[in-house]
């Protein structure tokens, strides 16, 4: 469960990005913000892990009831993984490296330096083939066409085995036909996996790719 106190957010050139705001997340939902551009909703979910730091108010997740003390919000963002609209992807990298890089969180600092174990590059593998893509594994993300760079950020997403998903427009620079089959990807592995999601979206035709 992941709740909003009364989030505020005023950038610092005095903007508002979202007036206060109580809501409250269901365990299990699929939830769409759905609105145009500059409603708040990009503000809005970056709020929920503290990419933006709300000016007022509080999240609360799972009983972590102080986001802003450095631990708690550590342990929160280490089970939350993000989808971007941009990939966020490392281009020279494989897809597999780059699906591998969502197993980082689970490791601490000094583990990283090592090579990862059989178990990451399986699991990732997995990943992998569950957005079609097992056999791009060895192939680096600039190759790619952008739905298929969008899957390989779903891969790494699922690969990182998070308790929440935060998309912010994950399809905007898609066609609409990409972008309808990579939501419905994404809404079916989230369902099969029980990964509470939150997707933001500006197109409203598109989210009929959530209906069940
Ligand atoms: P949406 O995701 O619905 O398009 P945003 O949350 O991105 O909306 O933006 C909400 C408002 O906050 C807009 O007026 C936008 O211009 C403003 N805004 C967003 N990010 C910043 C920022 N980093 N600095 C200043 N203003 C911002």
Not at 48 to 74: F, W, Y
Request: a positive charge.
């Amino acid at each position: 469960m992941l709740r909003l106190h009364d989030v505020e957010v005023t950038y610092s050139n005095g903007v508002v990005g979202l007036k206060p705001t109580s809501l409250t997340f269901e365990r299990r939902a699929f939830t769409v913000l759905l609105g145009l551009s500059g409603a708040g909703k990009s503000t809005l979910l970056r709020s929920l892990n503290h990419l933006v730091t709300p000016t007022s108010g509080s999240v609360e997740v799972d009983g972590i009831k102080r986001l802003e003390e450095t631990d708690n919000l550590r342990k929160h963002r280490r089970q939350t993984a993000m989808i971007f609209q941009q990939h966020q992807l490392i281009g020279r990298y494989t897809c597999l490296q780059n699906v591998l890089v969502g197993r980082l969180g689970h490791y601490s600092m000094w583990r990283t330096l090592l090579p990862f174990g059989e178990l990451d590059r399986r699991l990732s593998l997995d990943c992998l083939d569950r957005v079609g893509l097992l056999s791009r594994a060895l192939q680096r993300v600039y190759n790619l066409s952008g739905g298929q760079q969008q899957r390989v950020g779903i891969a790494r997403a699922i690969a990182q085995q998070p308790n929440l998903i935060l998309a912010d427009e994950p399809v905007a620079s898609l066609d609409p036909e990409t972008a309808y089959r990579v939501l419905g990807m994404l809404h079916e592995i989230t369902k099969q996996d029980e990964i509470p999601t939150i997707v933001s979206l500006h197109q409203v035709d598109l989210a009929k790719a959530f209906a069940d």
